[in-house]
Every structure is written in structure tokens, then in C-alpha cells.
């Protein structure tokens, strides 16, 4: 098994544990056809959650990974990114989650454009084309 798929297992016995079968998760495989979205795309009672793991802290997301995190959020959805197996195993649904304004900070440091993130997510602009991995 991959590192981040330890991450997304020891997830997945997290969510199991919290929501039993009260909850939809989807774990999308991506394959190149389709809409770019992320790891885990998850529904509990009216509540839409959207997560993105990596193996670690230090593994970057791609600009579409916080496109679609982003989107989550203005949508009225939460949004997490879960980089190591510890936060995997005590995730709570209920914590507030990623503002937009942390997205577009977080992707513009990531991506060392480090230009005043409150001026909104023109760096975020959507990626359907090459170049974005």
C-alpha cells in the first residue's frame, strides 16, 4: 500500500467509525476522463464535505485540488486536506474546516506567489487543460 493510501484507509475506518451507514462517501478513482475533483467526496445529513489527502505534509496539491476545494467552500461546503495518518485517525467532521481565504493562501504559497491572498482566487482560476499536475 501507497503512504497516502495508509492515509486514506486509516480515513476511511475513521468516517466508518463516526457515521456508521448514516453517511455517502465516494471515493473517486481519477482515470483522465471527466470533471477533476478529489480524494473524498462525503454527505451527512444535508452536510457536504470534501477531502483531499497526501501522504504527507510536504506533498503539494495540484492548482485543481484546490480549485475544487475552493469551489466546495464557496458552494456552502466544507473543505479539509489531510496529509498524514495521525490526523487521518482522529479527523472531525465537525471542525470548521478550510476558509476560501486559507485555500487561495495556502495554494499561493505552495505555488511561491505570495501576492495578497484577500484579493481573491485569480490564481485559482480553473485548469480543465494540460499543465496542472
Known amino acids: 500500500m501507497t503512504p497516502e493510501g495508509e492515509v486514506k484507509n486509516v480515513l476511511k475506518k475513521r468516517l466508518l467509525k463516526i457515521f456508521g451507514e448514516d453517511a455517502y462517501a465516494f471515493w473517486p478513482v481519477q482515470m483522465g476522463y471527466g470533471s477533476r475533483t478529489n480524494d473524498c467526496i462525503l454527505c451527512h445529513k444535508g452536510c457536504y464535505i470534501m477531502i483531499e489527502t497526501k501522504k504527507s505534509p510536504k ?57 495578497d491572498a484577500r484579493a481573491g482566487p485569480d490564481s485559482l482560476q480553473r485548469f480543465d487543460g494540460e499543465g496542472d499536475r
Open 59 to 115: 506533498e503539494n496539491l495540484r492548482r485543481a485540488q484546490w480549485y475544487v476545494l475552493w469551489r466546495v467552500v464557496k458552494a456552502g461546503g466544507k473543505a479539509f486536506v489531510i496529509d498524514n495518518v495521525r490526523d487521518a485517525a482522529t479527523f472531525d467532521p465537525n471542525a470548521p474546516g478550510l476558509t476560501d481565504t486559507e485555500i487561495v493562501s495556502r495554494f499561493k504559497a505552495q505555488s511561491g506567489d505570495l501576492s
